[in-house]
């Protein structure tokens, strides 16, 4: 073969320059097919479990998790508030709390990269510089191993509630970045709060995830702040609910999800365990910020007056009315 190729030197010419090209569309069709799996990831399918954690049974729960992973496909799985150990363990909390390279998040970090998932689940957290101090954390494990966490700042403490018996108050509001896009995490109560997801909006963040045990007796006041939140910050707002009854608590479940514009995606039936799937297109909320302008139309200056009206009264601090 090469000999009559030698002897023909246009036949030559021609199969080098086939060759060249067949390299080239080769080279040129993978890194085509790498930039749209990496730069166009803008569409993510979230699974929210609604479902009941046994009380102070660690062990239990995350076999529960590992069965809802391994049977529905997603690329995010949400748990409810404090679902490593169930909500109410009272005096327990402080022996059940693990620090964040305890033995739990360990075996879900491995579970997050076997599945190639990221998993969001809640927690009592050892606050890592003050020994015999805890957080009600919300974990975000990422499928490269990485390991997030966001401590509540409000903590429910009347009725039926007693978190600041046996937590300690958040002060970090962090967003976090994976492969879809920024992702910020709230617990609960801190829905009641709307400068918390303002902040986070601020920041970047696509999608606010609520983790929460929220019992029946809330379910209108929660159902009312949800739209209203994820309308407000033009962003996604998810709201991953527990089911069942612990002591005198029945959380309603009902997990749900709302588009930039507070319509209802998706919801999971009230008082059933239940997991729900949905894809969230993230370029959904740049279509949909010119038609609620809320973001671009926020005045800064309305923070520091918020901020001397809650703390003094007033919009002039004590020092500048002498």
Not at 114 to 132: A, R, T, V
Not at 252 to 260: A, E, F, L, N, T
Not at 274 to 284: A, N, P
């Amino acid at each position: 073969m090469i000999p009559n190729v030698m002897f023909f030197p246009r036949t030559y010419f021609y199969f080098i320059k086939y060759i060249i090209i067949s390299v080239m569309l080769k080279t040129r069709k993978k890194h085509y097919n790498t930039f749209i799996t990496t730069q166009h990831r803008t569409s993510m399918k979230l699974a929210m479990i609604s479902a009941r954690p046994k009380i102070a049974k660690k062990k239990a729960n995350i076999e529960a998790m590992e069965k809802y992973i391994a049977k529905t496909p997603a690329d995010c799985y949400i748990f409810g508030e404090l679902f490593l150990t169930g909500y109410r363990c009272k005096d327990e909390f402080r022996t059940l709390a693990e620090p964040l390279t305890g033995p739990s998040i360990t075996y879900l970090t491995q579970l997050a990269e076997k599945h190639h998932c990221y998993i969001i689940f809640g927690m009592p957290l050892k606050n890592p510089d003050i020994p015999s101090l805890i957080h009600n954390s919300a974990i975000l494990i990422h499928p490269s191993g990485k390991i997030d966490h966001y401590d509540k700042w409000f903590l429910p403490t009347f009725g039926p509630f007693e978190e600041k018996l046996y937590f300690d108050e958040g002060e970090r509001l962090p967003i976090f970045t994976t492969e879809y896009g920024k992702i910020g995490m709230l617990i609960c109560y801190d829905m009641f709060f709307p400068e918390l997801a303002r902040a986070l909006t601020h920041q970047g963040a696509s999608l606010i995830a609520y983790i929460s045990a929220s019992p029946s007796t809330a379910r209108y006041f929660f159902e009312t702040l949800i739209p209203a939140r994820a309308l407000e910050n033009t962003v996604f707002v998810s709201y991953t609910n527990l089911v069942g009854s612990q002591d005198d608590l029945v959380f309603w479940g009902g997990s749900q999800v709302y588009d930039p514009l507070g319509y209802e995606i998706i919801k999971a039936p009230y008082f059933q365990e239940s997991i729900i799937t949905c894809d969230l297109d993230f370029t959904q909320i740049d279509r949909s910020r010119p038609n609620r302008p809320v973001i671009r139309d926020i005045r800064p200056d309305i923070y520091q007056d918020l901020y001397y009206l809650s703390r003094f009264h007033t919009k002039n601090p004590p020092y500048q009315q002498q």
